[in-house]
Nanobody, 122 residues
């Protein structure tokens, strides 16, 4: 059972990346997914969340209008499309799963995946 995030990289400010979170060993359809990030020297923070049904979506204020979260149950994958990237978006991005109809938090989750590095140059 694992979550694997990928799709990070180095991009110039204003560019785009699409992160993918692939689940193996369990069905993402039954889980809410959150994307968290950790910038150098800062605490981890939630970026975006999508409910198990895909109907409930939340964005952190600084990414509203730039990031889009989506869920493809057929591929057991959640995506985070990141547009108009800024240097302050730099960090390691993690995807996290939570069942039981709740959104994951830093301290309440079922599965925490390995991160993918996003670096935005100015």
């Amino acid at each position: 059972v694992q979550l694997q995030a990928c799709g990070g990289g180095l991009v110039q400010a204003g560019g785009s990346l699409r992160l993918s979170c692939l689940a193996s060993g369990f069905t993402l359809e039954d889980y809410a997914i959150g994307w968290f990030r950790q910038a150098p020297g800062k605490e981890r923070e939630g970026v975006s969340f999508i409910s198990a049904s895909g109907q409930g979506i939340v964005y952190e204020d600084s990414v509203k209008g730039r990031f889009t979260i989506s869920k493809d149950n057929a591929k057991n994958t959640v995506y985070l499309q990141m547009n108009s990237l800024k240097p302050e978006d730099t960090g390691v991005y993690y995807c996290v799963a939570k069942g039981s109809g709740l959104l994951p938090t830093l301290y309440d989750y079922d599965f925490w995946g390995q991160g993918t590095q996003v670096t935005v140059s100015s």
